[in-house]
């Protein structure tokens, strides 16, 4: 009597490479949607930086020198506004590449799961039947023996 050999999925490495890639994959996307949280509040709270600029900008200067002072306030605030912008859009382009390739690996990564299970059901189907051939013999064997 012989066991049938275990199931052994002849791609497993790559499976395993593959899965190991999505979730690296799945980090990378965490740490970039971190990254773009973290920028949209630094954006949120220059332009209430800006808003209290422009509010005490319009507010009576003393003198020209405090004028010019918070006019080149503003301008700095401003510019800095613009900087927060450009890292949101660069961090929101970030997000969108990693989920991009968080796609990509996940679908090759389910693409060696379903062939896996594929492969392990037609492994298991036919270790079934060779054990309803091995016991249609043992069955038969007595029948065999009064024949002969």
């Known amino acids: 009597m012989s066991t049938a050999p ?3 999925f002849r791609l497993e490495r ?9 979730d690296l994959a799945r ?7 971190d990254q773009l949280a973290g920028s949209r509040d630094r954006l949120r709270a220059v332009e209430r930086n800006l808003k209290h600029a422009h509010a005490q900008q319009r507010l009576a200067a003393d003198s020209a ?3 010019l ?6 301008e700095h605030v401003e510019a800095q506004r613009t900087m927060g912008i450009r890292e949101l859009e ?12 968080l796609g990509v690996a996940a679908r090759e990564h389910e693409m060696l799961e379903r ?9 298991t189907r036919e270790a079934d039947r060779r054990e309803a051939d091995r016991l249609d ?3 038969l064997e007595p029948y065999r023996r009064s024949a002969a």
């Open 137 to 139: 013999e043992i069955a």
């Open 14 to 22: 790559v499976r395993a490479l593959r899965q190991r890639r999505e």
């Open 69 to 74: 002072a918070r006019q080149a306030f503003v």
């Open 65 to 67: 020198a405090e004028l």
């Open 90 to 101: 660069r961090h929101q382009a970030d997000v969108d590449s990693c989920d991009a390739q």
């Open 6 to 8: 275990s199931f052994r």
């Open 27 to 33: 980090q990378e996307l965490a740490r970039a949607v």
């Open 115 to 123: 062939l896996k299970e594929r492969k392990r059901a037609e492994h």
